[in-house]
């Protein structure tokens, strides 16, 4: 389990996008670096982000080792009604994390 | 004297000539970083923002901010969004797909940079059209350290 932290700024009307800001706990291993005994560092980097609200997928990131180490995202999301929005990621090393958030609108 | 100023200034040019493109990593064209996005088509300049600083002091982790600006309907809306490097080892970035149900697109994330370079960000809307944003970058410590 990887860890992260979310924060969610929900929309205050139903018109409007709620704003996720996400930052992941993980090193994104380009695959360049080298040991020093001269062996390479296998890579290692979350290659794919989903949000689902309410099991919809809204959102996909597909991340690189261009992404900076402990990635941080911010984004937004399109929430109609009160729901739950998960976030799950995926490493190449086949670790696997997520973060969840319900969303309330008000009225 | 003359000569041998001469041929300091020849060997200096050989040095220059054959030894920078295994120093330093190439820049890549314009056309040749967006072909395998774009394909035959071109990309437009407007419609997308990228925000970034001129200047870097850290390549490892470059906070960026890019916008989309699209209508509010079902039928146009940013379909992709791609963050594209012109010399890191692997240019494309990150890469971001949106469902119909986003019509505003607000990304801010961090890059790693490998050096002084043009970052773009191209966005295709749902009409199939590419559009671009370019932003230049002077990076003081790149985030390569290796060969590439």
Redesign the interface.
């Known amino acids: 389990m990887m860890h992260s932290r979310l924060q969610i700024i929900p929309a205050k009307r139903p018109s409007q996008?709620t704003t996720v800001r996400l930052l992941i706990r993980h090193p994104m291993e380009?695959g360049?670096?080298?040991e020093v005994n001269g062996s390479a560092v296998t890579k290692n980097v979350i290659h794919t982000l989903t949000a689902l609200f309410d099991g919809?997928?809204?959102?996909?990131?597909?991340?690189?080792?261009?992404?900076?180490?402990d990635?941080?995202?911010?984004?937004?999301?399109?929430t109609?009604q009160s729901g739950e929005l998960l976030l799950q990621w995926q490493d190449d090393a086949g670790e696997t994390g997520e973060a969840k958030a319900l969303i309330s609108l008000p009225g | 004297m003359n000569l041998r100023r001469r041929l300091l200034w020849a060997l200096g040019l050989g040095w220059g000539w054959g030894a920078t493109p295994a120093l330093f990593a190439q820049h890549v064209s314009q056309e040749e970083l967006l072909r395998p996005y774009v394909g035959i088509n071109s990309a437009q300049k407007g419609r997308v923002k990228l925000e970034i600083a001129r200047l870097a002091d850290n390549g490892f982790n470059v906070p960026l901010k890019v916008s989309v600006q699209s209508p509010m309907t079902a039928q146009d809306h940013v379909r992709r969004l791609l963050l594209l490097s012109n010399r890191n080892p692997r240019p494309l970035m990150a890469g971001f797909e949106f469902g119909p149900g986003s019509d505003q697109v607000l990304i801010s994330t961090r890059v790693r940079l490998g050096g002084s370079q043009t970052v773009y960000a191209l966005a295709q809307t749902s009409d199939g059209i590419w559009w671009l944003d370019t932003a230049e970058v002077e990076v003081t410590e790149s985030a390569c350290l290796d060969q590439t």
């Open positions: 996008m380009t360049f670096r080298f919809k997928p809204v959102f996909k990131a597909t991340l690189g080792s261009g992404v900076s180490a990635p941080f995202l911010e984004f937004q999301v399109r109609p």
